[in-house]
């Protein structure tokens, strides 16, 4: 048996590759896959020498093993990136002799409205600071004084001094907020609540940059969808065999980006409108096949920070006895599939095919060819 991680599909969508030179004509008749000798062939087109050899592949036939796979996408997603603009980091430098202090949060840290992301140091608001807050404990402990002289002689009147004193810790303390104020300002404060996703290394080393990003927040609704009714990427191959697929709910799936491996599992529309497949409905159950076009999953295990694309896979059934030819020898002209197979004289003519599905690197025929056939793949 043959195994291949490739794709599980059906050949629907439509794609124009010209073929330079070649006339083909609008309707054959099709032979299975073991009867090559009654293939219907375009007239012949001689290749058998054209200044350099032709890379050819030959027809083989097995089993097969299918690998369902499609991208999915993260809804709701959103990326709010912090950063500073040339020349700020400067202006604060200037005004007020600030410094780099601390980055507050790491990669996948959750972050809420207003929390502090990096904070910076100030020379001048750090002596502004204290002095204010050495004004209001001076004030306070007068204030103090004041009042356990006016409980020990109720005949002699404080309130005055006591009234001066209050002044004094109202105006400390509301320096003391415009200093905080000030470092708001100065401070990335997160304006969305979500994952923090990037923190410059440069920043985490203690050196600030401007112009670039500083601190990614990442948003999303906490689950991926597949659209089946998407449609295909001839380029890809991928998603538009999804509908040949059934999902169930609980039905799990691999899935990876880059590096990273993840299992996602499919679950019941989290919008709250109703599916086909809910148990809500009358005659179905939670195992009947999803019939819109939308699959939900979610991330299985506590996996905070989510990628916005995820390839998902599934191993399929196995496909016996089957013919199949790389899948670089199959050319699509005119919504139809064809090769180019090698004659007994070494010509190469254009035979129309069938391709049932694409499973990895091979191309599944049902007819046109047959086994030990030579086909060319084009430059």
């Known amino acids: 048996m043959k195994k291949y991680d490739g ?3 059906r050949r629907r969508s439509s794609a124009r590759i010209v073929l330079a030179g070649l006339l083909l004509p609008a309707i054959f008749t099709l032979s299975s896959c073991g009867n090559s000798d009654m293939d219907p062939l375009v007239p012949p087109v001689d290749v058998s020498y054209t200044g350099e050899e032709r890379e050819t592949v030959t027809v083989e036939k097995g089993d097969l093993t299918p690998v369902f796979q499609a991208d999915i996408e993260l809804s709701g997603f959103e990326e709010k990136t912090y950063s500073y603009a040339e020349g700020k980091f400067d202006e604060i430098d200037m005004l007020y002799k600030a410094k780099l202090d601390e980055v507050c949060v790491s990669e996948g840290d959750r ?119 998407e449609k295909p990427n001839m380029d890809t191959n991928r998603t538009r065999f999804a509908a040949d697929i059934d999902f ?34 009358e005659g179905a159950t939670p195992t009947d096949a ?30 016996k006895n089957v013919c199949y030819v790389d899948r670089r020898a199959v050319v699509i002209y005119d919504d139809e599939t064809f090769v180019f197979k090698e004659m007994e004289d070494g010509s190469f003519r254009a035979v129309k095919v069938d391709v049932d599905q694409q499973v990895g690197l091979y191309a599944v025929i049902n007819s046109g060819l047959e086994e030990g056939d030579v086909v060319s793949i084009p430059d």
């Open 290 to 319: 999803i019939t819109d076009d939308k699959i939900y999953f979610k991330l299985v295990g506590d996996e905070t920070l989510k990628d916005k694309t995820l390839t998902i896979s599934k191993e399929l059934p196995e496909l």
């Open 7 to 9: 794709l599980y599909k």
């Open 248 to 281: 169930h709910i609980g039905d799990r799936f691999a899935a990876k980006y880059s590096l990273s491996e993840y299992e996602v599992e499919v679950i019941p529309n989290p919008t709250g409108k109703a599916s086909a497949s809910d148990a809500t409905e």
């Open 111 to 229: 972050v809420g409205v207003g929390d502090t992301l990096l904070t910076f140091k100030s020379e001048v608001l750090e002596k502004k600071k204290k002095e204010w807050s050495s004004t209001k404990t001076t004030a306070s402990l007068k204030r103090e004084h004041y009042q356990n002289l006016q409980a020990l002689n109720e005949e002699y009147d404080y309130y005055d001094e006591i009234e001066d004193t209050n002044d004094e810790i109202t105006l400390a303390n509301e320096y003391a907020s415009d200093v905080a104020d000030t470092y708001d300002k100065m401070n990335l404060i997160s304006e969305t609540e979500g994952v923090v996703s990037f923190v410059n290394d440069s920043v985490k080393d203690g050196f600030m940059v401007t112009g670039a990003p500083i601190i990614k927040v990442v948003t999303d609704d906490g689950y991926y969808i597949l659209d089946r009714s």
